[in-house]
């Protein structure tokens, strides 16, 4: 689309940034809040005709009805559900509006690679209670990506991209029929090889299977499937043929069961929450990294050969460690024994230098025999 920052959509809608592809970030005026804008193509069959002061034609209005519907229905202030604000068409495109507080989706987070088991577990809680608030209010989510994933400033996980995933499957049904390959075709060039968005069945146990590739993709940092192509994705889907979850670590057992190709052997979203939060408690501690270092570092090094204790020590007194003086008077009496070798004293060095000890053991020998040569000359007379 072009435009930048500044050019106002639908009368309300301000474009705060120069818009991506089929994305723009907005103020909207009436409220003054951060949006998300995003946009589908519309065919020409669906606006031919259209003058930006006619009337939206027949179908595209229906679009927008549609998705104004399911917005409606959604609970309206959920912390962990993203609030759609509406749709409208303009430009040959149809626009879905969503609040959009500060923060970085799931997928711009991968990009710095994969997350621990534990803090994908913390986001996956946070998406799991925004499932169960919707599939208790009769609403499918179908869209649970890491795209539609926001990781808000505090660390919680939101979940968006309710309405710009109704938008894309009502226009995959306005174009391609309820069903057949005309749909199929329609709806793998708007959704592409992505996996969450192919499960075998829909609604909630749809979501909940999706949830499971989603935490494989934020622990692993890959898609559980082959991601090379839409057929190919489709095939392995049905196929079962997928990477172990056991790469998922402590994850691994509940992505295995979200994966089951059996809807009724998956867990609900309620379930699901259940379980992380019982993993979570158990979690271990993380380690401060910057104390340890900290700690290793201001460590005093060791003598390389320890001094040994004399035995028996020195008796207190006036001769007492003076080091040690402060707390001998507090300790009381008995607390001047063995403390004559404490910390800051020096051993007393030995009297006869170790090297003069051998010499004088000979030469005393020798002392000792000519003693007794002379004993034994006095005696024989």
């Not at 907005?26 to 003054?32: K, N």
Request: glycine fraction near 14%.
């Amino acid at each position: 689309m072009r435009g930048g920052p500044g050019q106002v959509l639908a009368g309300r809608y301000r474009l705060t940034d120069r818009p991506e592809l089929l994305r723009a970030h907005a103020v909207d005026e009436r409220t003054g809040e951060s949006v998300l804008l995003r946009a589908l193509e519309l065919p020409a069959l669906l606006t031919a005709g259209q003058d930006p002061e006619d009337a939206v034609p027949a179908q595209a209005d229906r679009l927008v009805r549609r998705v104004a519907a399911v917005g409606s229905a959604a609970p309206a202030a959920h912390p962990r559900l993203l609030r759609g604000v509406g749709a409208f068409v303009e430009h040959d495109l149809l626009w879905t509006v969503e609040e959009r507080p500060p923060g970085l989706t799931a997928a711009e987070l991968l990009t710095a690679g994969p997350l621990p088991p534990y803090r994908a577990a913390e986001l996956a809680a946070d998406l799991a209670a925004a499932l169960r608030t919707l599939h208790a209010a009769g609403l499918s989510h179908g869209n649970v990506t890491a795209g539609s994933v926001l990781v808000c400033e505090d660390g919680a996980a939101m979940l968006g991209g309710l309405l710009s995933g109704v938008a894309e499957e009502a226009l995959a049904e306005e174009l391609g029929g309820p069903g057949g390959r005309r749909r199929y075709d329609v709806r793998a060039t708007m959704v592409g090889p992505v996996a969450e968005r192919w499960p075998l069945d829909g609604g909630p146990a749809g979501d909940c299977w999706a949830l499971g590739v989603l935490l494989h993709r934020l622990v692993a940092g890959r898609s559980p499937y082959p991601e090379g192509g839409v057929p190919e994705l489709v095939t392995a889907v049905r196929d079962g043929r997928r990477e172990h979850s056991a790469v998922c670590g402590p994850l691994g057992p509940l992505v295995e069961r979200l994966l089951q190709p059996d809807p009724v052997l998956r867990p609900t979203a309620e379930a699901v929450g259940r379980e992380l939060a019982e993993l979570l408690a158990g979690a271990p501690e993380p380690v401060d990294e910057e104390r340890v270092a900290r700690a290793v570092t201001l460590k005093p090094e060791a003598p390389l050969v320890p001094v040994r204790p004399r035995r028996g020590g020195r008796r207190g007194g006036k001769g007492a460690d003076s080091g040690n003086a402060g707390a001998g008077k507090g300790a009381g009496k008995g607390s001047g024994k063995g403390s004559g070798n404490g910390p800051g004293r020096a051993a007393k060095p030995p009297r006869i230098p170790p090297a003069l000890l051998g010499p004088l053991l000979v030469g005393g020998v020798f002392v000792l025999l000519a003693l007794g040569i002379a004993a034994v000359v006095l005696f024989a007379g």
